[in-house]
């Protein structure tokens, strides 16, 4: 497609304002077309050899295009979150946050050596305790993916195998020795968790085998993963889904494994110290779904197994990036958009299970006085921090709720409701598509559609790049029964924007033709059902229904379907009335307000929840929470708005005394299996700057209190007398330290360690993060502590 004639941008203020480009006053811009009247591949099932998907809840199954749950399309939202990097203590409000959240499925890699700290001594104890953790699942109702490995990445030493078995044997083969002790491994797992499979009522519906498998030599290959199958299934692991990761030319036996697909913002494990060129993951995809470079440890250089399984799998996520880790060589920042973006775009692409690594971030335990990260050193692509696991992620490091989050939720919400209708749509390509990732002068859209139903998709963002605005633009979307063309007037695409459209959605038996808005999900209350839907443009959301539709709205009647231009508010219910008179209400949320939605039981009812706290829906009701704000604001939709202060302690600064100036930070070495810079040596932090400081003892009074730190260095490590509670590579950002779980630390001095960031260092910066760095030869400051308590209100 040719760039847009420019003559097209709004001169009107009122119909910038909303969106609308002023008719009759440029050349008119042909929409853009795209013919979705070809039916797609036909559904068939029964082809893949899983295992036992019925169960006392029900029947979970697979065909080529989509999950099934009691033989209907399912298209649920699963989440990772790995639970021995956090404290077992505080597993159940994590996951009562991953629900809040619109997450369906947890999914955790089970890391060997986080569970095997001495040779032939697995300790399911504490954080370990997977059978507790599984079972808190299932009180919840959230479903449980399992990930044991033997190998996992998982950015862990050797993949989480343990050194004593790396040492011993051949590991990710059929080598004898190996597969022994995969075996025992698998056995003192499956003691943990039988009884707690789906077909024994249990919420454990997956097994991932293997992870980023592409080995193919002697005893390995498909060979090798035909045979872990058949050992899970010999142990007892009968679940409905065996799957493996299908990126980096993985290799598997087809048909007895479905692959799983990823893609992420940016690349930390990239040994490149400048901007990477636009992802992949910003584009549609209509012939392949494996990503580009994924972080595998190993490389082949055939062409991998899942592109050629496509007619017999659906298309099924496992690794979409909720955030990236932040690596010694590279420490990308992301935005919120940078998430949401590439992710919509590869649910518009056909993804059928959106699964993310990670949603809840960690931290690495300790194992007996050794480090478990991985590391250039032991062999590993990449240097990581020896405990902070944080990723950027929804759900943080100390569980604090990240703007991230926000900007996915409208997105789970869809598909928890609407992922049936969803599920079974074909995914169809414009017909003028990007030249390449690299092309941002061609609109990028797509659409999904099954019949004459479907959802159009745009995606107008490409982190760290500008797109153009794309004014003057329509869609005409050719659908079995007549083509569409919307919406009724030309509109202007705005750089960063990213969101989709529905066409003749069914809600309730009224037919929606079209909207400049986004479904979000349903309730109902007494008076039936209410539809919500969030804007995507400025101002007014057009909306499109079949002539004889009635609304409690100014209409106008055009080319057979009435039309009206409803501003957003969350202070009004629409009503429509189909002229079969079907009755529904729609919400029209602004940008901001959809944001704020949250969506869960209360007290047994689903409502919508706005507010920009934290939240959580508990049995016992609603719980709100901040920091560092005590006054609440809260609505429960439809409804009035309700407010609440709460007495607790306010933000403080504390104060600190620097006991050691910085020393000359050692040049930084270039080697490891990447050929790129290196995190410095343990005696290199010699040259480290010391700063002592003490917290209150009751700093903690409510949820929890954060130390925020604000600094400036390479690698930073805080000390409670010799013990290491937390580190962190320097990104630009503030660090921010849950301080619950130290509760019995406070009161006494504390230690922050600054090694300092040399400034011909070789390692990748954000350049909003660069722009914070002082001129000099290297920077090792500490600006600021703060105090910042978290406040708890409960409605």
Not at 750 to 763: E, F, H, K, V
């Amino acid at each position: 497609m040719p760039d847009l004639d420019r003559r097209t941008a709004l001169t009107a203020t009122g119909l910038a304002t909303l969106g609308l480009a002023l008719p009759g006053r440029a050349a008119p811009i042909a929409p853009l077309s795209l013919d979705a009247r070809k039916p797609g591949l036909p559904l068939k099932s029964g082809h893949l050899h899983m295992g036992n998907g019925t169960g006392p809840h029900g029947a979970l199954g697979i065909t080529n295009l989509y999950l099934t749950r009691d033989d209907r399309p399912w298209l649920p939202v699963m989440g990772e979150f790995h639970f021995t990097r956090f404290p077992n203590q505080y597993w159940e409000e994590e996951l009562l946050k991953m629900k809040a959240a619109g997450v369906t499925i947890v999914a955790s890699y089970i890391l060997w050596n986080h569970v095997e700290l001495a040779p032939d001594r697995i300790d399911w104890t504490g954080d370990r305790d997977i059978r507790r953790f599984v079972t808190l699942c299932q009180k919840h109702g959230l479903l449980f993916f399992l990930r044991p490995g033997p190998w996992g990445h998982a950015e862990a030493r050797f993949g989480g195998i343990p050194d004593w078995i790396v040492a011993g044997t051949r590991p990710r083969s059929n080598d004898p020795a190996y597969m022994a002790q995969v075996d025992r491994f698998w056995r003192s797992l499956h003691d943990q968790v039988k009884g707690l499979f789906w077909k024994d009522g249990g919420p454990i519906v997956g097994m991932q085998v293997e992870n980023e498998y592409n080995l193919d030599g002697e005893g390995q290959g498909r060979a090798h993963i035909a045979a872990l199958k058949a050992l899970a299934q010999k142990i007892g692991y009968d679940v409905p889904l065996y799957t493996v990761t299908g990126w980096d030319q993985t290799l598997y036996p087809r048909g007895e494994v479905v692959p799983v697909h990823g893609g992420y913002p940016d690349e930390p494990w990239s040994a490149k110290t400048t901007a990477l060129p636009p992802k992949e993951n910003y584009l549609f995809r209509f012939d392949s779904r494996v990503s580009g470079d994924l972080g595998a440890q190993t490389r082949n250089n055939r062409r991998g197994d899942a592109d050629s399984d496509m007619a017999d799998t659906p298309f099924l996520g496992a690794e979409y990036g909720g955030g990236v880790p932040v690596m010694y060589r590279r420490r990308p920042l992301l935005e919120p958009a940078d998430v949401a973006a590439a992710v919509t775009t590869q649910v518009g692409s056909g993804v059928n299970l959106l699964g993310y690594y990670m949603f809840h971030g960690g931290a690495n335990p300790l194992a007996q006085g050794r480090t478990l990260e991985e590391t250039q050193r032991s062999g590993g692509y990449n240097d990581c921090p020896i405990i902070g696991y944080d990723f950027q992620a929804p759900l943080g490091q100390y569980g604090e709720v990240n703007p991230v989050n926000a900007a996915l939720r409208p997105l789970h919400y869809f598909l928890g409701q609407y992922g049936e209708p969803l599920a079974p749509m074909a995914v169809h390509a414009p017909t003028a598509l990007p030249a390449d990732k690299n092309d941002l002068k061609t609109l990028r859209w797509a659409v999904r559609s099954k019949g004459d139903s479907g959802f159009l998709f745009v995606n107008n963002h490409v982190r760290q790049y500008a797109t153009p605005a794309f004014p003057g633009t329509r869609f005409t979307v050719q659908l079995p029964g007549g083509e569409v063309t919307l919406p009724s007037r030309p509109v202007t695409i705005a750089p960063g924007a990213s969101f989709f459209w529905p066409i003749n959605m069914d809600m309730d038996g009224v037919t929606l033709s079209w909207a400049t808005a986004q479904p979000v999900t349903r309730i109902e209350d007494k008076d039936g059902p209410i539809h919500i839907l969030a804007a995507t443009l400025p101002g007014a959301v057009e909306l499109a229904f079949p002539t004889g539709t009635r609304l409690s709205a100014p209409i106008r009647t055009e080319e057979g379907r009435v039309i009206a231009q409803v501003p957003p508010s969350p202070d009004r219910l629409l009503t429509i009335t189909s002229p079969e008179g079907h009755r529904i209400r729609l919400l029209l949320l602004d940008p901001a307000s959809a944001q704020n939605l949250w969506v869960g039981d209360i007290r047994g009812q689903r409502r919508l929840v706005l507010t920009s706290a934290d939240t959580m829906f508990t049995p016992e009701g609603l719980v709100l929470r901040q920091r560092g704000k005590a006054r609440f604001d809260w609505r429960i939709l439809p409804g009035p708005a309700a407010s609440a202060t709460v007495k607790g302690p306010a933000s403080t600064t504390i104060a600190f005394t620097q006991t050691r100036e910085a020393g000359e930070a050692p040049p930084i070495i270039i080697g490891g299996p990447a050929k790129a810079a290196m995190q410095p040596l343990p005696e290199a932090h010699k040259a480290a700057a010391a700063f002592t400081f003490t917290l209150p003892a009751d700093a903690v009074q409510q949820g929890d209190a954060f130390l925020e730190i604000d600094w400036r260095g390479d690698i930073g490590r805080l000390f409670d007398g010799a013990d290491m509670l937390d580190d962190a590579y320097w990104d630009g950002r503030v660090w921010r330290i849950g301080l619950k779980r130290f509760a019995n630390r406070l009161g006494k001095p504390w230690t922050l360690t600054i090694l300092p960031l040399r400034a011909d260092a070789p390692i990748y910066l954000d350049d909003k993060a660069r722009a914070k760095l002082p001129k000099g030869d290297q920077v090792a400051s500490l600006l600021t502590l703060r105090l910042v308590p978290e406040l708890e209100h409960r409605a």
